[in-house]
Nanobody, 120 residues
Framework: QVQLVESGGGLMQAGGSLRLSCTAFGIFSIVDMAWYRQAPGKQRELVARITNGGSTNYADSVKGRFTISGENAKNTVYLQMNSLKPEDTAVYYC???????????????WGQGTQVTVSS
């Protein structure tokens, strides 16, 4: 089965930086990788996405502060978060769209989530 393992969350003061990572195990091919977040009482929202070709897109709220990158050979995606703000506080989820086997249609797989808390 496909398993996504996240790491890198934690507590940080406003203005600081954190780096999240997510590695997919048991997956054959990847179409794109993304990070979502969900704050208490709010819907889950897309933070950033990167395709296997390297194209990226970001939520307006994080443009210029967050950077998504991927290491296809390691099935790993990163989210570098700089100039953190209290409103970035949320549970961050890794999302990878890919196929488990070479004949598989791509599916969405989710990490377990990692808490990011930014204090003012």
């Amino acid at each position: 089965q496909v398993q996504l393992v996240e790491s890198g969350g934690g507590l940080m003061q406003a203005g600081g930086s954190l780096r999240l990572s997510c590695t997919a195990f048991g997956i054959f091919s990847i179409v794109d990788m993304a990070w979502y977040r969900q704050a208490p009482g709010k819907q889950r929202e897309l933070v950033a996405r990167i395709t296997n070709g390297g194209s990226t897109n970001y939520a307006d709220s994080v443009k210029g502060r967050f950077t998504i990158s991927g290491e296809n050979a390691k099935n790993t995606v990163y989210l570098q978060m700089n100039s953190l703000k209290p409103e970035d506080t949320a549970v961050y989820y890794c999302n990878i769209k890919g196929g488990r086997y070479n004949w598989s249609l791509p599916q969405n797989y989710w990490g377990q989530g990692t808490q990011v808390t930014v204090s003012s």
